[in-house]
Each structure stands twice: as structure tokens, then as C-alpha cells.
């Protein structure tokens, strides 16, 4: 499974960025999707995550409220939609893909996406 993740850019405190994360391949309906990120000099952090086959979703507490992941079957691509951005934000965002159940550990996924940088200006 090959992910490609886009969308990141430069955005203004309060703004807001959509990312979105293609899948090259369908059997990615059994899929669980997660989104992390990543700060320099900081570890991979876990923001979403959502089963592909489902409608669960799980968020990180410092973007609940304020982030949104959902999917496109159709077009194999889950997005994550990001409003009231914060400076604190900023970092590489990834997308992630493993077999079966969500996970916030992104060592439990086997696939990721190249990443994409967020920078939010204050």
C-alpha cells in the first residue's frame, strides 16, 4: 500500500488547512487510517484516527474540537480537515495506514505517506 499525503502550506493563526492522504490500492477498505505529526526535535505524535470501514474516530485531546478526519471511499482518500489552527500545530503531518483496528501507537502501522509540512504563523 502506497500512501501520498498533500495539503499542507503556511496558514495564519485561526485559519485552516485540509489534507488529504490517496491510498494506491482499494483493499485499503479494511483498513484503519491515522493521521500524526511531527515537530523538529519532538516524536511522532498521533491526532486521528478512523477505521476505514467504519464511522469510529478518535482524536488526540489537543485537537478535539478543532479537527476533523473522514474518508472517501470512492476515492480511496482520507482527509483531515484543520480549523483554529495554533502556532502549536505546526509540524509534518503523516498519514498512516494498518490492518484491522485503530491504534494511537504510530509504531503499530506498517504503511505511511512521505509527510507534509504545516507551518502556522501567530
Known amino acids: 500500500v502506497q500512501l501520498q499525503a498533500s495539503g499542507g502550506g503556511l496558514v495564519q493563526a485561526g485559519g485552516s488547512l485540509r489534507l488529504s492522504c490517496v491510498a494506491s490500492?482499494?483493499?485499503?477498505?479494511?483498513?484503519?487510517m491515522g493521521w500524526f505529526r511531527q515537530a523538529p526535535g519532538k516524536e511522532r505524535d498521533f491526532v486521528a484516527a478512523m477505521y476505514w470501514g467504519g464511522a469510529s474516530t478518535f482524536y488526540a485531546d489537543s485537537v478535539k474540537g478543532r479537527f476533523t478526519i473522514s474518508r472517501d471511499n470512492a476515492k480511496n482518500t482520507v482527509y483531515l480537515q484543520m480549523n483554529s489552527l495554533k502556532p502549536e500545530d505546526t509540524a509534518v503531518y503523516y498519514c498512516?495506514?494498518?490492518?484491522?483496528?485503530?491504534?494511537?501507537?504510530?509504531?503499530?502501522?506498517?504503511?505511511w505517506g512521505q509527510g507534509t509540512q504545516v507551518t502556522v504563523s501567530s
Open positions: 490500492e482499494r483493499t485499503v477498505s479494511n483498513y484503519a
Open positions: 498512516a495506514a494498518r490492518q484491522y483496528g485503530t491504534t494511537r501507537n504510530p509504531g503499530d502501522y506498517d504503511y
